[in-house]
């Protein structure tokens, strides 16, 4: 490969206000922060990749490219297949294989990734973890690929090794409530913090491909065979219980729409007894996610299991996109949610029982100020999650932080989360929300609103304490 730049192509000032001042500030900041260990509630690492010691991440495209929908959604945009980026397709029909091709080909097309967080999150991989110090372009993809590939086979490149080095104190996965969760069993027990997360929407939503399949699996799983409404929560309690025993302290929803309601009893078991002929509709599968979000509030009252609220994402918005390649290939676009009206039903019942913990995430920026800061910095159950999906980038974390905590403080936001499948990214997408929070901070104490030592403890439960206490995790070893 080419000799290396001395230069880094990322500024060391990346994310900070360019006035001094406000600048210096933040740097102070920073490098208190910069280095805390880090605390990864809520993502979707495959836990295949931590439980053999000796797996690899494959090629490189098959570590940046193929599995992130964040890349296959601005390439397809310009016109660039999927079959040409290696995804595989559900009939099976053939797609690229040569992965080289593959890496070239989003090379090639790199310049489209300027100025969005995807570009500043590659390029801070490359740099951060692989030493790579050139701007990925069309030219030298050659040369990267391999250097890539040399380091990718080497024993401090496997995942464990890179988990060490990232400094993780804690990850959770996102499992489903039938997985058995061996992986989970094995990884632990080989001394590495890796933790479930109970995520039952392939039960729950009533609408979800192949969903009575599902509940067979859930009655295998739990070993309560599933023929009524009640035979189904008994099976969801007994999975929630299975999930911590392996340490789980969060369950994980999502739906298009934030709409909860109390169905009386023969309701409910009339809508859960057509699912299961087949005959539910779009209306039954709506309320019944409705009311058992209302269920799952109470259970983890119960059972102390953090609830995490996923509301906004019209999936799978492309047909033909999702009948050739699935679920999880770009096609899913925010939609505009509602809070106040739709959530007081479950607010009613549970709003202000001390033993529960909800923490909700939007893919509606226009609600940050109008309903979730209101609700969550009056309501003794509700956190704040940080910016999710779409809005995971700088612009939209300084957003997030300039609409809610005027209203709500810090006290009532889950610190952060990476919420991301791609292992390599997670250092880098927590270097920039650190960066960004300690930008924001620093501008509030140039103008007098805060002092220096308050910004610092303010910092250091923005990149650290926040996700730690709001998830329930304890002791040294979360």
């Not at 080909?105 to 050139?134: C, K, N």
């Not at 932080?401 to 989360?417: K, S, W, Y």
């Not at 919420?419 to 103008?447: E, G, K, M, Y």
Request: proline share 6%; net charge negative.
């Amino acid at each position: 490969m080419a000799s290396q730049q001395k230069n880094p192509v990322l500024s060391p000032y990346r994310c900070f206000d360019p006035e001094p001042s406000q600048r210096e500030v933040a740097l102070q900041l920073y490098s208190q922060v910069r280095d805390l260990p880090l605390i990864c509630p809520h993502g979707h690492v495959d836990p295949r990749l931590l439980a053999d010691p000796e797996a690899r991440f494959g090629s490189p495209a098959e570590l940046f490219v193929i599995p992130d929908h964040y890349i296959l959604r601005m390439l397809y945009s310009q016109g660039v297949p999927m079959e040409s980026l290696g995804v595989p397709t559900k009939d099976g029909t053939a797609v690229e294989t040569d992965h080289r091709k593959i890496w070239q080909r989003f090379a090639d097309h790199f310049y489209l990734f300027r100025g969005t967080p995807t570009g500043l999150w590659v390029q801070d991989e490359l740099q951060s973890i692989f030493g790579i110090h050139q701007k990925l372009g069309q030219e030298n993809a050659g040369a990267i690929y391999d250097r890539l590939v040399e380091q990718l086979s080497l024993p401090e490149y496997s995942p464990r090794a890179l988990f060490r080095r990232f400094n993780i104190e804690v990850l959770c996965t996102t499992d489903a409530a039938t997985d058995p969760l061996n992986l989970h069993r094995t990884i632990q027990q080989d001394g590495f913090p890796v933790r479930p997360t109970f995520r039952p929407d392939a039960v729950v939503n009533l609408d979800t491909e192949g969903w009575t399949w599902n509940i067979q699996r859930l009655s295998d799983a739990s070993g309560i065979e599933v023929v009524d409404e009640r035979t189904f929560l008994e099976a969801l309690r007994q999975r929630r219980q299975h999930f911590k025993t392996l340490g789980a302290t969060a369950t994980d929803h999502a739906a298009p729409t934030a709409h909860t309601g109390r169905l009386g009893e023969n309701e409910r078991g009339s809508i859960f007894n057509r699912a299961l002929r087949g005959q539910a509709s779009a209306e039954d599968a709506r309320r019944f996610t409705g009311h058992m979000l209302i269920e799952f509030a109470h259970m983890s009252a119960e059972d102390g299991l953090v609830m995490q609220l996923h509301i906004g994402s019209e999936r799978n918005h492309n047909p033909q996109v999702f009948q050739r390649f699935g679920r999880d290939m770009g096609a899913d676009l925010p939609r505009a949610t509602e809070w106040t009206r739709n959530l007081r039903p479950l607010l009613d019942e549970v709003g202000n029982d001390s033993r529960l913990s909800v923490v909700l995430f939007t893919l509606d920026e226009s609600t940050y100020s109008r309903e979730l800061a209101p609700l969550a910095g009056h309501y003794p159950v509700l956190r704040l999650g940080p910016p999710w999906w779409f809005f995971d980038s700088v612009k939209g974390m300084e957003c997030y932080l300039d609409q809610v905590v005027e209203t709500a403080g810090i006290h009532n936001l889950a610190g952060f989360n990476d919420d991301t499948r791609a292992f390599a990214s997670i250092p880098v997408r927590h270097d920039v929300w650190r960066r960004v929070s300690c930008n924001w901070l620093a501008a509030q104490v140039v103008r007098g609103l805060i002092d220096f030592e308050d910004a610092r403890e303010m910092a250091a439960q923005l990149a650290y304490g926040l996700a730690k206490t709001t998830y329930r995790f304890t002791g040294g070893e979360a």
